[in-house]
């Protein structure tokens, strides 16, 4: 009985002293990183990526002073994924352009708030990406995986000059591929004639507007990011990046909801508001539309509060056309919404 007891308490005493060498170990590695911190400078606002999209670009793409895009060199390696290769893109930014209206406060020591300014470029760079891909017919990533050698990005990391190798052609400009549902193989990645328009009234957006289609926008970029995986998941997703909007122009036109005279609960007129805003933003006013836009909504709602999942969220040994159409459907007729809101401006009565 004795031994066993002494078992026990030397149990104990080596539990607790390797957990008090974890917690110096961390003390120690906290006090190193922050006088590394110390020593650091993070004045460079100029960044260089390596980025990639779903189907290729043909060229380069410019916003002044913000950021622009194009092909890497032919001799750098493909991210492939199964038969797909992809081909490299640079992407360079200038992230002194972020308007970073809103912070949490969580980090209190000065030092770390250093660091935590150090990396918001990459929030930048993560709204770039989502920017591209809601006015783009591509899905704009970055894979963590990749990597070039020291060096392959060019030696004047932080420039103060854009610096995408010349001799590219520019992206094509056309609004046709807004109206298409999916890529086929040949397409390539295009914008919209108002693309620079968007980009200058998107970055422009007061401090309120700029938080809420903000909101918009991640839903709507998480969307793509899911759909894989979890398609109805998307879905509501991008029913959500509507609605956010919806409720936004509630409030600058100050909606009130209505009360029931019968159960005095207050209605809301989601689906209402819902197709108002889309047959608004999306420019269509026809009756197939409108009936669509119920049918959308009503799906959203079976999914959310009744658990009616996609064939597609369970079942992987046959394609359910039906679902991968509503679901693009959807996408495409989101991704016009929210474009011409920027495009537009808030509807304000």
């Known amino acids: 009985m004795l031994l066993v007891k002494n078992q026990k308490t030397s149990n104990f005493v080596i539990g607790r002293y390797a957990a008090l060498k974890r917690c110096i170990s961390l003390t120690l590695g906290f006090i190193i990183l922050k006088q590394s911190v110390m020593n650091w400078t993070f004045d460079e606002t100029f960044h260089r990526r390596i980025i990639f999209s779903n189907i290729p670009i043909s060229g380069t ?22 038969v797909y290769k992809m081909p490299p893109i640079v992407l360079e930014y200038d992230s002194s352009c972020y308007n970073d209206y809103e912070k949490l406060g969580f980090i209190k020591d000065d030092d770390f708030k250093k660091l935590q300014e150090a990396f918001r470029h990459l929030d930048f760079q993560k709204e770039i990406l989502a920017l591209l891909s809601l006015i783009g017919n591509a899905n704009f990533f970055v894979v963590k995986a990749y990597s070039l050698e020291k060096g392959e990005l060019g030696d004047n990391y932080f420039s103060p000059e854009f610096s995408l190798i010349e001799g590219q052609k520019e992206i094509e400009i056309n609004d046709s591929h807004f109206f298409k549902e999916q890529n086929v193989y040949g397409d390539k990645v295009a914008f919209p004639k108002k693309a620079e328009i968007f980009f200058k009234n998107y970055f422009t957006l007061n401090p309120i507007h700029l938080r809420r289609f903000r909101m918009s926008l991640a839903l709507y970029y998480n969307s793509i990011d899911i759909q894989e995986n979890s398609p109805s998941m998307s879905y509501i997703a991008l029913i959500s990046a509507i609605e956010n909007l919806v409720d936004l122009e509630g409030e600058i036109n100050g909606f009130k909801a209505e009360v029931c005279a019968e159960c005095t609960q207050k209605r809301y007129k989601l689906t209402r508001r819902f197709k108002d805003f889309m047959i608004r933003y999306c420019s269509l006013t026809t009756p197939e539309f409108t009936r669509y ?6 799906k959203r709602s079976s999914v959310a509060h009744l658990g009616r999942l996609f064939y597609m969220d369970f079942a992987n040994t046959e394609i359910d056309y039906q679902g991968v159409k ?10 016009i919404a929210l474009y011409n809101w920027i495009i537009r401006g808030p509807n304000i009565s």
């Open 61 to 82: 793409f410019k916003i002044p002073g913000i950021f622009q895009m194009g092909l890497g060199k032919n001799t750098w390696p493909e991210y492939q994924v199964g």
């Open 293 to 298: 836009l119920g049918k959308a909504y009503s």
């Open 326 to 335: 509503e679901l693009n459907q959807l996408k495409k007729y989101v991704r």
